[in-house]
């Protein structure tokens, strides 16, 4: 399969990919993601399609405060951005929105930022289970210990090597000692 084909496969599967998210285009610079209100800030060089944007966009954006959205090897790339003031600890702010338009989008590439106007952060939900198990003081003491339920028993099993035979078809033919080393000569019996 050349490139060629691969590109024709790659569209054709593009083309049968519904959108994850309802957008509507209120105006040209307003529109609507699963009712929820976001503003085209900054076209640099007509870098918005809205088609594209439409097609790339994933509803794990709507926590994002602005979607920035660059053009690279033809190719739509979007990356979210939260206000400074959010209660996020770890970013991207859109303090930084600056140094990864220079460092990351192609010179002179075309790129959007949209701002969403009614950004909703995602809740996560917490992985910690310790503090849920230590509230029961019936627990058995090695409750720390991994359960093994397992359908199939443990066995540590080694091999065990067979003695070499190579030794006892051998005969000492001469012993020759040097003032540094010993060595053994040895001869086969075949």
């Known amino acids: 399969m050349d490139r060629k084909q691969l590109d ?43 088609d594209e944007f439409v097609r790339r966009y994933h509803p794990a954006f709507s926590q994002f405060d602005y979607i920035v959205g660059d053009w690279g090897y033809g190719k739509l790339r979007l990356r979210g951005f939260y206000n400074d003031d959010r209660a996020v600890q770890t970013g991207p702010f859109v303090s930084a929105l600056n140094d990864y338009i220079l460092e990351f989008v192609n010179f002179g590439a075309p790129y959007f930022v949209i701002h969403n106007l ?30 093994r339920n ?31 080393h010993h060595f053994i000569i040895r001869e086969s019996k075949n």
Not at 11 to 17: I, L, N, S, T, V
Not at 159 to 179: L, W
């Open 150 to 180: 397992h359908a199939f028993v443990e066995q540590k099993v080694t091999t065990k090597k067979k003695p070499s035979r190579k030794h006892k078809d051998m005969v000492v033919k001469a012993e020759e000692k040097s003032n540094k």
């Open 8 to 50: 024709e496969l790659v569209e054709q599967q593009a083309e049968k990919r519904r959108p994850l998210a309802r957008i509507t285009r209120t105006t040209e610079t307003e529109f609507l993601i699963n009712d929820h209100k976001y503003e085209l800030v900054e076209d640099h060089a007509h870098g918005f399609d809205f």
């Open 118 to 147: 009614e950004a909703r952060p995602i809740v996560r939900k917490s992985h910690n289970t310790r503090n849920r198990h230590r509230s029961n003081k019936n627990r058995n003491h090695n409750s720390h210990r991994p359960r």
